[in-house]
């Protein structure tokens, strides 16, 4: 028996491996256990080399895994590029109609006429599923009413799917169990009889969540790879009253509406990647000088320019800070998880809204594209923050003042320019300094409301410690704790409030001899950051478009510590 | 109610044609709330950089909101406001070289929903503010800073771009012609779609256009400004096109489609048809129970 459980689906494009590993995950899940998924593709609709991953355990999860138990093959290609991650005692089930291997551990299945025999051609992927339950000792009544669940679509042809699915599963499980293949079985989930309930949920569906739980009215965005789920997420469910949703004609369109949209008091939100937060760097800009709130999720991938649209990275750290041309320095949220992922759009929500002004949630492909298991969110902890509405008293005088100050409303009192040029304190344009000394000020001195950032700090004692960031939570959790439970003296912090950071966490990382960054960028982007801020900071980094192994990080971290 | 800011020290070259339009939307609004008995706080002006974006800031008398934003960006800045709030009224004021250069990839898409707001163009036919440089509305053999050897790009027709892009209402005025220009602006903002009203509002800085606009008769020179014929039939979107093809500027409806439904309307009536419900938030995380 082991503790966990790694399986990779590696193909083409379209063959199916992302479907399959999810398939395997959420049955997983429904049988009680841990699951989480990670998926890498070119970006493309059909072909190229991709595979998905789910990793099935009896515990909590980290990470998608360093190496794999299962790996499932649709070609030679998927095969050669994916041997080396295979576990010593991992096996390969591969479509046998496609190429021949010669390997101690492999399961040869003929899938394409095996999923013709079940009746239906498509169903290959189901029946590597069916070899790999069988072999792993997993329960295929889970997989069946999983199957039949997923494909109860309402359509006439649901049942002849369904019916050819399960049959397909079937035929890999006897062929598995023929062969005599098994690998060490997962251990049963434990049960938690105490938790709240569990649920089965994605990361961009958890920010979008997040968002609704905070009151978010309106979202316009533009499709990009690899944050287009979040739009459509929102585009399917997010309805009611005074709710709309649109798709803008460029990352430029949706900024500019966003900011027209918060002009009238709506609570607004897109999500974007580099490339659109790049075209968006000015209307960021003109929303920090008018001071209408509203929240950014840019889903980093690789960059610069098109990048690597469907891989990971977290490259854009700089920029979100610093989108735009002059003065400004928006508030950061960054989620190191799915879980993460809702609280810290609901909270970005909030702090829009409470100091007027654009914030960023800046998370990534890893994370939003990640399924996993996850206590159901209990919404009535998030309260919801409105920013004050004028009620005129101050007339038009909507820029009054040394902090934030009452928010006129279009059809209500207090008629003022929202105005991207420098302005009085009514909006109109000025150019004289004392004005212009007085404004930044007061626009930098409403950052000071955004003061509630938490964080996580363990060891504190150690004058060395690690705080990575975002995505790279997971494998930088794991490596600390291998390295504290190896006796090592390292410290752990965390937090996803990046700007602001919290005042006490700065005062904590300032005493440290060493601050060990692990991120996802050639430059070392948070670790020069917090060298700015006075923290002896060193960045372990790599960017190889994929999320850290904990094997790999925890080497680095040894090399950092001498 | 507030006024306009007192201090406010911005103002145009004398004769600048932005005047009689910052006139006949000043008396527009007015008559607007008047008439719908809705506060002129109801309206929101949003405007582009330039000369003509600073009409914002000029307005006397009750104030309406307004966003003066980013250079080219009205329309999309307009598209948030009108679809998060569509009792609004919004009006865009823009220029040549804000709506038709940097800011031209957005008036299809925003025609295309038939957004419902109007749009005021002050067309001088040159950037004044940055002094003189050749728009898209600059004639071509122009000599400009930024046209050395006479210009060389083919003059914009900005009709043939609203027709073409999908714009329902369009009207072209001259700045001078203040009454009709305000009925023209009433009219737009009546009209349950994209409008927009074209204005020739020259420069008297960098392009001089009055005389040529108004022609002189005794002389023998024509006016480019010929007022559209009775005959012409607005609502035939290829008559409008072959006016609007015409060398000149006519003055009056180029074009006004019968059937307009506006933006906010189709989605209501597509989720009216469609049945969709509120968001419950429990209910969406139901669905992801395990």
Redesign the interface.
């Known amino acids: 028996m082991s503790k966990n459980l790694v399986v990779r689906f590696a193909g083409e494009g379209g063959q199916g491996v992302v479907g399959g590993s999810e398939l395997m995950a959420s049955a997983a899940?429904?049988s009680?256990y841990h699951v989480l998924t990670f998926a890498t593709y070119p970006s493309q609709i059909k072909g190229g080399p991709a595979w998905g991953q789910a990793r099935i355990s009896s515990e909590p999860i980290l990470t998608p895994g360093d190496s794999l138990d299962v790996l499932v093959c649709q070609n030679e290609y998927a095969y050669d590029a994916n041997l080396p991650e295979l576990s010593d005692q991992g096996i390969i089930v591969y479509n046998s109609q496609e190429f021949e291997i010669e390997h101690p551990r492999a399961l040869a299945l003929p899938t394409d006429d095996m999923a013709r025999e079940a009746g239906n051609a498509r169903a290959g992927t189901i029946v590597m599923i069916g070899a790999v339950a069988k072999a792993v000792g997993f329960s295929l009544e889970a997989l069946e009413s999983f199957i039949t669940a997923r494909w109860d679509r309402g359509r006439p042809g649901d049942a002849a799917i369904i019916e050819g699915n399960i049959k397909a599963l079937h035929l890999g499980a006897t062929a598995a169990d023929e062969s005599g293949f098994e690998i060490a079985q997962v251990d049963p989930p434990v049960e938690e009889p105490d938790a709240r309930?569990?649920?089965?949920?994605r990361g961009y569906?958890a920010a979008c969540?997040g968002a609704?739980?905070a009151g978010v009215?309106?979202f316009?965005g533009y499709p990009i790879s690899p944050a287009t789920t979040m739009l459509t997420y929102m585009e399917s469910?997010?309805?009611?009253?005074g709710?709309?949703v649109?798709q803008?004609?460029?990352e430029?369109?949706?900024i500019?509406?966003?900011?027209?949209?918060?002009?009238?008091?709506?609570k607004?939100m897109t999500s974007t990647a580099g490339p659109g937060l790049s075209l968006m760097g000015?209307?960021l800009?003109?929303a920090w000088m008018?001071e209408i709130p509203l929240v950014v999720a840019d889903v980093q991938r690789g960059g610069p320019a098109t990048g690597l649209p469907t891989k990971t990275e977290q490259s854009d750290f700089i920029m979100a800070m610093n989108p735009g041309h002059g003065d400004m320095s928006l508030p950061v949220i960054a989620p190191g998880n799915v879980e993460e992922a809702f609280w810290a759009t609901a909270k970005a929500v909030n702090w829009s809204e409470r100091y007027q002004g654009p914030v960023i949630l800046l998370t990534e492909m890893s994370v939003a594209e990640r399924a996993q298991?996850i206590e159901?969110?209990d919404?009535s902890l998030i309260s919801q923050e409105s920013r004050s509405i004028s009620d005129g008293s101050v007339?038009?005088r909507r820029y009054e003042g040394e902090g934030v100050s009452p928010f006129?409303v279009?059809?209500?009192?207090?008629?003022?320019?929202?105005?991207?040029?420098e302005h009085?304190e009514?909006?109109?344009?000025t150019h004289l300094a004392d004005v212009h000394i007085q404004m930044t000020e007061r626009r930098f001195a409403k950052l000071k409301t955004l003061n509630d950032g938490t964080f996580e700090a363990e060891n504190p004692t150690a004058s060395i410690a690690i705080m990575p960031w975002g995505g790279s939570k997971g494998s930088g959790r794991g490596a600390w704790q291998e390295l504290t439970s190896e006796g090592i003296d390292i410290g752990w912090y965390y937090t996803m409030y990046l700007n602001p950071l919290p005042e006490e966490l700065l005062a904590e990382l300032r005493t440290k001899d060493k601050v060990l960054v692990p991120e996802l960028n050639y430059m070392g982007q948070f670790a020069g950051h917090l060298r700015q801020l006075g923290v002896a900071a060193e960045t372990i980094n790599q960017y190889t478009g994929l999320p850290w192994r904990i094997s790999d990080l925890k080497e680095e971290i040894k090399g950092h510590l001498s | 109610?507030?006024k306009r800011?007192p201090s406010?020290d911005?103002t145009w070259c004398p004769g600048c044609g932005d005047f009689g339009v910052k006139r006949a939307i000043e008396r527009a609004l007015t008559a607007r709330a008047s008439e719908k008995q809705e506060?002129?706080?109801?309206s929101?002006i949003?405007a582009g950089i330039g000369c003509s974006g600073?009409l914002?800031?000029l307005q006397e008398g009750p104030?309406?909101?307004?966003?003066?934003?980013?250079h080219g960006?009205t329309l999309?800045?307009?598209?948030?406001?009108?679809?998060?709030?569509p009792?609004?009224n919004v009006l865009v004021v823009s220029g040549d070289g804000d709506f038709l250069s940097i800011g031209s990839?957005?008036i299809a898409?925003q025609a295309r929903r038939n957004l419902d707001i109007t749009v005021v163009v002050m067309d001088n036919g040159i950037y004044g503010l940055t002094k003189g440089q050749a728009s898209p509305t600059t004639d071509l053999e122009e000599i400009t800073p930024t046209t050395k050897y006479g210009k060389l790009d083919d003059r914009m027709n900005p009709l043939m771009v609203y027709l073409g892009g999908g714009a329902r209402f369009i009207i072209s005025e001259l700045s001078t012609r203040i009454r009709p220009l305000q009925q023209a602006i009433e009219d737009a903002m009546n009209y349950p779609g994209f409008s927009i009203v074209h204005v020739q509002s020259p420069c008297t800085t960098y392009n001089d256009t009055y005389a040529a606009l108004k022609g002189d008769e005794a002389n023998g020179i024509k006016a480019l400004a010929q007022p559209i014929a009775d005959s012409h039939d607005a609502s035939d979107y290829f008559q409008a096109l072959a006016l609007a093809a015409q060398p000149g500027v006519p003055v009056g409806v180029l074009y006004k489609a019968d059937n307009s439904v506006p933006a906010h309307d189709r989605?209501t009536q597509a989720?009216q048809k469609a049945g969709?419900?509120?968001?419950d938030?429990?209910k969406?995380?139901d669905g992801?129970?395990?």
Do not use: C, W
């Open positions: 899940a429904e009680g309930e569990r649920i089965l949920i569906e969540l609704m739980a009215d309106v316009i469910n997010l309805n009611g009253d709710k709309f649109g803008a004609s460029s430029i369109e949706s500019a509406a966003l900011i027209g949209a918060g002009f009238t008091g709506k607004t000015e209307g800009g003109l008018s298991d159901r969110p919404t007339e038009n006129p279009p059809g209500g009192p207090g008629a003022y320019v929202a105005n991207g040029s009085d009514q909006g109109d344009t | 109610m507030a800011n406010y911005f506060p002129i706080e109801n929101v949003v600073n914002v800031h104030q309406p909101f307004g966003i003066h934003g980013i960006r999309p800045i307009a598209y948030g406001t009108k679809s998060a709030n009792d609004l990839e957005h898409p989605l989720k969709i419900a509120s968001t938030i429990e969406l995380f992801m129970v395990i």
